[in-house]
């Protein structure tokens, strides 16, 4: 309590005024203005109140002698105990580097991320980054620098930022340098960032291609053509193609992008997946006729799933249009409903197409989502899709076989588009394909409440 300064200032004015008065009083007395009495009773009185003051002042200060916790809750934890703490919980690799280049302490993080034994040894025998090396050896000198980027791509790619500080134990202008290297992991942010840059790049090159199509046309019309009214129309018509693909990316894309910024809001609402899929199934009744596909809905009465039903609209749109689309004409789909499948029975019902099928799964729930599912499932007698390629179908801008930009040719961008509302449904998406015999694309989704469990007919 006595290193507390205010209480020493305290202390100290008490001795000086109680002192000085004790010297006024003197002078008084022998100026015989006092007698010997009055003056000694007076000097004692000073004496005694400033005793009581001096003895007492800690506690006047602090009214509760013996609330210590609360002592201890107004002064921060301090000392190298608690430090170390911290250093222990942080989530971040820290290590101090001694003056030969030992490591000297290292914390659970580091340890982790540099996969350190008990025995700590050199640094470069754990750290083979000569850009860190040499800034640790700088900092070992005392100098500091500019944090040191690295990567390593084997096992695993990953992108660090080092930051190499110098650092003394004591004020002691002799004491070694040691070097205090703190690691920090930025492989998700570089790998989102080329994400997006591919992700723009891609973009604008789908979009240039139709637009530099458009100019090249336009030329032409302005051109020779403009005299010839057969090549005119022919070229006026796939000018309109041109401008449809571009309109056709720009929806898929701003779709796709209100989908992502939702993906952390789980859809509420209720959908019967039986109607919705006659909706869609009359909407795409054009295209249907026009390749002579024999279309099958077989769907309960009533099959209700939790969801949003623009989206859910989308998903059915995507997988019923990919299906004709990918099919030889006159050849049949099927689209089944099938409500009130448990997780394993909607991720691995048995195989449509029989043996030697090869599935995928695009997108899963989290275990225990659900208990109950709605499954959509689209079956055609297409092409097939190649087992190398059916991990990257949900991927964007995805085409099998290549970039195709002929004006009926897809955006690659409807399965990415489905697969991002299943994942915000807290659903699944698998694929199941056999080249040259068909696919089946199955979407589940999770049941709604109250939902009659085996109403099929
Ligand atoms: N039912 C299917 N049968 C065969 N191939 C398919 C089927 N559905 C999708 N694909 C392949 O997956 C690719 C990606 O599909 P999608 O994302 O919907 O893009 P697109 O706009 O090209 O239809 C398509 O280009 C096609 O090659
Ligand atoms: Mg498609």
Redesign the pocket.
């Known amino acids: 309590m006595d290193n507390q300064p205010s209480i020493r200032i305290r202390r100290r004015d008490t001795a000086i005024v109680a002192t000085i008065g004790s010297l006024v009083l003197v002078v008084f007395w022998l100026f015989g203005e006092l007698g010997f009495v009055e003056t000694f009773v007076a000097i004692a009185t000073f004496a005694g109140l400033s005793t009581f003051y001096y003895l007492t002042v800690s506690t006047t200060l602090n009214p509760s002698p013996g609330a210590l916790p609360a002592r201890a809750e107004a002064s921060p934890p301090s000392g190298p105990a608690t430090a170390e703490l911290m250093l222990r919980q942080l989530p971040i690799p820290v290590l101090l580097v001694g003056p030969e280049g030992r490591i000297e302490m290292a914390n659970p993080a580091a340890r982790e991320f540099l996969g350190l034994g008990a025995l700590a040894g050199h640094l470069s025998s754990v750290l083979r980054q000569p850009g860190v090396l040499e800034a640790v050896s700088a900092a070992l000198r005392g100098e500091s620098g500019p944090p040191v980027e690295y990567s390593t791509m084997a096992p695993d790619e990953s992108h660090v930022r080092a930051f190499v500080a110098p650092m003394r134990g004591s004020d002691d202008p002799l004491a070694p340098w040691r070097a205090m290297l703190v690691l920090s992991d930025e492989t998700s942010i570089k790998r989102a960032d080329r994400m997006r840059a591919d992700f723009l790049a891609n973009a604008s090159h789908e979009l240039r291609t139709p637009l530099a199509s458009l100019a090249g046309f336009i030329e032409t019309l302005r051109g020779h053509a403009r005299n010839d009214p057969e090549a005119r129309d022919k070229f006026l018509s796939i000018m309109l193609d041109q401008t449809e693909r571009m309109s056709r990316l720009i929806n898929d894309l701003l779709s796709l992008s209100r989908v992502e910024m939702d993906q952390h809001v789980a859809p509420d609402g209720e959908v019967d997946l039986a109607v919705l899929a006659g909706e869609v199934i009359e909407y795409l009744r054009p295209q249907i006729a026009d390749k002579e596909i024999g279309l099958t809905l077989e769907a309960p009465q009533r099959a209700l799933a939790i969801g949003d039903r623009d989206q859910l609209t989308e998903v059915f749109l ?1 997988l019923i249009e ?2 004709v ?2 099919s030889d004409p006159k050849s049949s789909v099927l689209v089944r409903i099938e409500p009130g499948r448990l997780r394993d029975e909607a991720e691995r019902p048995e195989s449509m197409l029989g043996e030697g099928a090869n599935r995928r799964t695009l997108a899963a729930p989290k275990s225990g989502t659900a208990e109950r599912y709605v499954t959509v499932r689209v079956k ?1 007698q ?4 190649d087992r190398r390629d059916l991990p990257r ?1 949900a991927e964007r801008f ?4 290549g970039q195709k930009s002929g004006p009926n ?8 588009i489905v697969k991002h509302i299943v994942h915000r449904h807290r659903g699944g998406f698998t694929v199941d394909s056999m080249p040259g015999a068909g ?1 089946v ?1 199955s979407a589940f989704f999770p049941e709604a409440a109250g939902a009659p469990e085996n109403s099929e007919n």
């Open positions: 995507n990919n299906a689309k990918y055609d297409g092409r097939g899709i179908l995805y085409r099998v076989g040719e897809g955006t690659g961008l409807g399965l990415a696919s694309f």
